[in-house]
């Protein structure tokens, strides 16, 4: 595959390398870039069987980043892991039904940061070669803004902007990302939702004029190489049962488990996904009817997860169309104009996928019966996706990613359990203290000038 190229799902872009694909994060017309082509790799699944994490990680990103010496790729992911708590960096936990894939084991304690440890370090080696910087935007939901804070926090060639929905994170995950003490990294509380957060970074990015002149980039999973880091834990566990496995994923912005259904395309030995949302239940609804419709944000006990408008859906149409870039322009459209869009006809749904909603009565009791039963506590993610997989009843070993140490989120597994939820020794460090900030409305035109502003100042 050393052709690879990065093509827009929108088709009017020209086609890219990886290292333009990771500084670019979003095409040119908009869309997200894709590879060319997801190349099947089952006839290594029995080598690829005997490699640890990193060295898995090693030959995944060999697929897909052919323009980068095997050498630096594989010291950047070492360098990347080598400071999680596992020497497994995802271990897996057998509870009395089900396997739990531990995912938040890196430096802020939830799944983003292995992805984002890789991203700080591809970006670094990138900027290095060209002589040349770059100003990051993201939006997060609760764990990316702390995790892509950590991956490129003190790097000199890397500024960072974070938007986060003021007041809707728990305290934790805003802690996170506020009391780092670096110069580089910009904290932006917006007076909405998560979805106002996305809807700036869109316009944004859309603004190429703007996106070039202040050479921005992004570190949301609409970054292709984060989705790539993560197809690697999906494969990884996969290997280590003898018959092909479920996975079962709490699901917000879509991009983790587009990242197995691609893991899935390559060969990896994975029967079915079952889809977990909470009160925000618009991808339950649309793998229900085809029909993808934006509705209200409900605050949930899974912050992650309050989201109407999934990014990373817009590739899973795209793979479901077959590459047809007219009609995923036609279904985004349609949904840019009216809330409302509907994949139809042989185009409906390829992947095998069980969706589930999971409200906060069932998210609580899930936490209450697993500690109960087993002394493990999940986060009120990861309670998602052990509900739904519950309530699927499958034959086939059940993966449940925890995406989140549960001493994020103590409200909840206090109010869950009636008892203390173990903590961290990173959570004890925050001290509010320290907190850096700035509160914003939500309109595009203020988060601009606050950039420009910051980055004439820097």
Known sequence: MQTVRYVSTRGGSVPVSFRDAVTLGQANDGGLLMPNEIPNVAERNDSWQKLGFADLAIEIAGLYAPDIPRDQMSQLINDAFSSFSSPDVVPLRELNDCFVLELFHGPTLAFKDIALQVLGRLFELTLEEDDSYLNILGATSGDTGSAAIAGVKDRKRLNIFVMFPEGRTSLLQELQMTTVQCSNAHCIGIRGSFDDCQRIMKAIFDDVEFKTRYRLGAVNSINWARLMVQIVYYYFASLRFDEPVSFSVPTGNFGNILSGMIAKRMGAPIETFILGTNENDVLFNFFCTGVYERGQVHPTLSPSMDIQVASNLERYVYLQLRGDSVALNRFMDCFAETGRAELEGQHAHVEKVTARRIDTRECLQTISQVWQDSGYVLDPHSAVGVAAARSVGLTSPTVCLATAHP????????????????????????????ARKVVLPPNEANVRDYIVKELKTA
């Open 407 to 434: 001493g994020k989120f103590p409200d909840a597994i206090a109010r869950a359990t009636g008892s203390s939820p173990p903590t961290h020794p990173f959570l004890l460090e925050l001290d509010q203290a320290n």
